[in-house]
């Protein structure tokens, strides 16, 4: 239906569609037209659901991580493999959030603005949180910030059952003393290699092979779908630059919403806090307070006597000073108490939930309301802004329109609006870089309506502020690369695979010479290798081995009688390398110091704390009622 709509977009036709259309408004309402789409849901954990939504950022989060990882390459061959990583840390995550909340576990609001707090990208030019700043930084990302702080609330409440398991494990005397002996452990071992150059001259590859292995491994030279897109961007940031403001809208502004600017005022405080006993018999810590209280009235020093008493680890060392705060930031009745005081006053104890308070005032900075030169620039911002935002509206729905009325080109829609027709690099279904690697400009480049019948896209919203229309301009089918053109490719595969079958015969024939009593130096020497034998060899410092050589040092079991221990491996350089274990002396725990065992409990503590949660969460899901919708990943 829609392909005749577009391809018959003129004359009487368009008024006997739009007239269809009107009546259906007038029978069924326009609520029904604009009523919002149920979410998909990619998968079920207990019959909470995780929407496709989640899932597209969790794999976009997993595809920029291995991008970084991987400077650049080519992700298609993960692409699978980043579905499954990504659908499995949300299963994860749910079964985690609900062990949580099924365990009684909560967030209060006085910890969520904690952490609110401490986020530097929401404070201001001095360093103190900005609620203007926070929002708009929300803004940005296209939350509210009521769905982002529900989102912090979750993570801060998985987060409490992660480390309630990983930081309560303990290792024992005897598990350290265990690790010790095989971490200090020395062995004599030695290591015969055979270099790559050693066999090279014995190496032939035919063409009958090179085309055999191209049959055989057709998998491996695809090259996947890729399409070259011409697309428009229509941004908000781009709009407020043809927008202005006036002298007297800004006044106007400042007038109106001058609560916007009010600096509220901030105290320094210090204070010295005794701690209550979790039974709340509160006797013992009243009669400390109020006997520092009497020191501090007698002229003792307060910072000597915070750092000497307070139970607060935060502030006690800075001598109880806690910096500049605002009303509403601590416990009430601290509130209460601080914001009454005069400067370089002492209170009386002052009881809260956490204990006696005996608080100090350090210095005051009376509240103020900025004035209109101090931020003419900030409202003029919002103000064009603001009305950016409603041209924005107005300019995204010329752009679905016109995009429409001229299905096959964006030039019409480029002049009327004033945009730049640009131009992308090779994309293909797994995503290209920046603009290409959203999901939903994959899914609109990728539509039958651009891919197959050649239309422009409708407007793709990327959050609240830009919006792209694309439109098929090359594109290049999957195919298999031509013998030709990977043919040195298969000739370098073809050698590895001939120099690495020829050198572990010689490490056969070694190890087998070894065997029958022939020195290790003569036997390497007469096979083109070298004989290097190393005495009391150690984990860490095993520099002079190669690192797979390394491994097989210390993976060989102990040898029994004269005979050594031996295997092979080949080495990253493309040569081969046999390792013999004549002697292994395990490591001598009395002879750690304090500092090294206490090491060592942390490393197993972490190590013991990792396995206990993995082994919660296999529970989790075994018991769980798990459903996975593959067909809309």
Request: hydrophobic share 40%.
């Given at each position: 239906?829609?392909?005749?709509?577009?391809?018959?977009?003129?004359?009487?036709?368009?008024?006997?569609?739009?007239?269809?259309?009107?009546?259906?408004?007038?029978?069924?309402?326009v609520g029904?037209?604009?009523?919002?789409?149920?979410?998909?849901?990619?998968?079920?954990?207990?019959?909470?659901?995780?929407?496709?939504m989640?899932?597209q950022?969790?794999?976009?989060q997993?595809?920029?991580?291995?991008q970084?990882?991987?400077?650049?390459?080519?992700l298609?061959?993960?692409?699978e493999?980043?579905?499954?990583?990504?659908?499995?840390?949300?299963?994860?995550?749910?079964?985690?959030?609900q062990?949580?909340?099924?365990?009684?576990?909560?967030?209060?609001?006085?910890?969520?603005?904690?952490?609110?707090?401490?986020?530097d990208?929401f404070?201001?030019?001095?360093?103190?949180?900005?609620?203007?700043?926070?929002?708009q930084?929300?803004?940005?990302?296209?939350?509210?910030?009521t769905?982002?702080?529900e989102?912090l609330?979750?993570?801060?409440?998985?987060?409490?059952?992660?480390?309630?398991?990983?930081?309560?494990?303990?290792?024992?005397?005897?598990?350290?003393?265990?690790?010790?002996?095989?971490?200090?452990?020395q062995?004599?071992?030695?290591?015969?290699?055979f270099?790559?150059?050693?066999v090279?001259?014995?190496?032939?590859?035919?063409n009958?092979?090179?085309?055999?292995y191209?049959?055989?491994h057709?998998?491996?030279?695809q090259?996947?779908?890729?399409?070259?897109?011409?697309?428009?961007?229509?941004?908000m940031?781009d709009l407020m630059?043809r927008?202005?403001?006036s002298?007297?809208?800004?006044r106007?502004?400042?007038?109106?919403h001058?609560?916007l600017?009010?600096?509220p005022?901030?105290?320094?405080?210090?204070?010295i806090?005794?701690?209550?006993?979790?039974?709340?018999?509160?006797?013992?810590?009243?009669?400390?307070a109020e006997?520092?209280?009497?020191?501090?009235?007698?002229?003792?020093?307060?910072?000597?006597?915070?750092?000497?008493?307070?139970?607060?680890?935060?502030?006690?060392?800075?001598?109880?000073?806690?910096?500049?705060?605002?009303?509403?930031?601590?416990d009430?009745?601290?509130?209460?108490v601080?914001?009454?005081?005069?400067?370089?006053?002492?209170?009386?104890?002052?009881?809260?939930?956490?204990?006696?308070?005996?608080i100090?005032v350090?210095?005051?900075?009376?509240?103020?309301?900025?004035s209109?030169?101090?931020?003419?620039d900030?409202?003029?911002?919002?103000?064009?802004?603001?009305?950016?935002?409603?041209?924005?509206?107005?300019?995204?729905?010329?752009?679905?329109?016109?995009?429409?009325?001229?299905?096959?080109?964006?030039?019409?829609?480029?002049?009327?609006l004033?945009?730049?027709?640009r131009?992308?690099?090779?994309?293909?279904?797994?995503?290209?870089?920046?603009?290409?690697?959203?999901?939903?400009?994959?899914?609109?480049?990728?539509?039958?309506?651009?891919?197959?019948?050649?239309?422009?896209?409708?407007?793709?919203?990327l959050?609240?502020?830009?919006?792209?229309?694309?439109?098929?301009?090359?594109?290049?089918?999957?195919?298999?690369?031509?013998?030709?053109?990977?043919k040195?490719?298969?000739?370098?595969?073809?050698?590895?695979?001939?120099?690495?079958?020829?050198?572990?015969?010689?490490?056969?024939?070694?190890?087998?010479?070894v065997?029958?009593?022939e020195a290790?130096?003569?036997?390497?020497?007469?096979?083109?290798?070298?004989?290097?034998?190393?005495?009391?060899?150690?984990?860490d410092?095993?520099?002079?081995?190669?690192?797979?050589?390394?491994?097989?040092?210390?993976?060989?079991?102990?040898?029994?009688?004269?005979?050594?221990?031996?295997?092979?491996?080949?080495?990253?350089?493309g040569?081969?390398a046999?390792?013999?274990?004549?002697?292994?002396?395990?490591?001598?725990?009395?002879g750690m110091?304090?500092?090294t065992?206490?090491?060592?409990?942390?490393?197993?503590?972490?190590?013991?704390?990792?396995?206990?949660?993995n082994?919660?969460?296999?529970?989790?899901?075994?018991?769980?009622?798990?459903?996975?919708?593959?067909?809309?990943l």
């Open positions: 239906m829609l392909q005749v709509i577009r391809e018959r977009a003129q004359g009487l036709f368009v008024w006997i569609i739009v007239g269809l259309i009107v009546v259906s408004f007038a029978l069924w309402g029904e037209y604009f009523r919002e789409e149920p979410p998909i849901f990619v998968a079920k954990v207990n019959d909470e659901p995780i929407t496709q989640e899932y950022r969790a794999l976009q997993e595809r920029d991580r291995l970084q990882m991987l400077r650049g390459a080519d298609t061959q993960f692409e493999q980043l579905k499954r990583q990504a659908l499995e840390r949300l299963i994860d995550r749910k079964l985690i959030v062990a949580a909340r099924e365990a009684g576990l909560t967030v209060s609001d006085r910890q969520l603005i904690a952490v609110l707090q401490g986020f990208a404070k201001d030019e001095n360093g103190r949180f900005s609620q203007q700043v926070y929002e930084r929300i803004r940005q990302i296209g939350l509210s910030t769905v982002f702080e989102q609330r979750t993570d801060l409440l998985a987060e409490q059952l992660v480390n309630g398991v990983t930081h309560t494990a303990f290792a024992t005397r005897h598990d350290v003393e265990s690790v010790f002996k095989l971490q200090d452990q062995r004599d071992v030695g290591v015969a290699v270099p790559l150059r050693s090279e001259g014995q190496i032939q590859v035919s009958e092979e090179i085309e055999a191209y049959r055989e057709q998998d491996a030279f090259e996947p779908e890729r399409v070259k897109l011409a697309y428009l961007v229509l941004s940031d630059d927008v202005g403001v002298d007297e809208e800004i106007d502004y400042y007038e109106g001058k609560d600017y009010a600096v005022e901030e105290r320094r405080v210090a204070h806090l005794i701690s209550v006993p979790e039974d709340g018999n509160d006797a013992d810590a009243k009669v400390k006997r520092i209280y009497q020191e501090l009235k007698q002229g003792a020093d307060f910072t000597e006597l915070a750092k000497k008493y307070s139970d607060d680890p935060g502030s006690a060392d800075q001598g109880g000073d806690l910096g500049y705060i605002e009303k509403g930031m601590l009430p009745q601290f509130d209460e601080a914001f009454a005081l005069p400067e370089r006053e002492i209170s009386e104890p002052v009881r809260t939930e956490f204990g006696f308070h005996i100090k350090l210095e005051v900075k009376p509240g103020e309301v900025k209109l030169d101090e931020v003419r900030e409202i003029a911002r919002e103000l064009r802004r603001e009305k950016a935002e409603k041209l924005y509206l107005d300019e995204l729905e010329r752009l679905a329109n016109q995009t429409f009325e001229h299905p096959d080109s964006l030039e019409p829609a480029a002049e009327a004033g945009l730049q027709v131009e992308s690099d090779w994309v293909t279904r797994q995503g290209g870089k920046g603009l290409f690697a959203d999901p939903k400009v994959l899914e609109a480049a990728f539509s039958e309506d651009v891919l197959e019948r050649g239309y422009n896209s409708a407007p793709v919203e959050g609240k502020d830009r919006a792209v229309v694309l439109r098929l301009k090359e594109r290049r089918p999957a195919r298999t690369k031509p013998l030709e053109v990977v040195t490719e298969i000739v370098q595969s073809l050698n590895q695979e001939k120099a690495a079958e020829l050198l572990a015969k010689k490490g056969e024939e070694f190890m087998a010479r065997r029958a009593s290790p130096a003569q036997a390497a020497q007469a096979l083109g290798g070298e004989w290097k034998r190393v005495a009391d060899l150690r984990r410092t095993g520099a002079e081995l190669p690192g797979e050589a390394m491994q097989v040092a210390f993976r060989l079991p102990r040898p029994e009688g004269a005979a050594p221990r031996m295997d092979g491996t080949r080495l990253r350089d040569g081969y046999v390792v013999a274990v004549f002697a292994v002396r395990d490591g001598d725990p009395s110091d304090a500092q065992r206490q090491g060592y409990a942390q490393v197993l503590r972490q190590t013991f704390g990792g396995d206990e949660f082994a919660l969460l296999n529970a989790l899901k075994a018991q769980a009622e798990i459903e996975r919708y593959q067909d809309r």
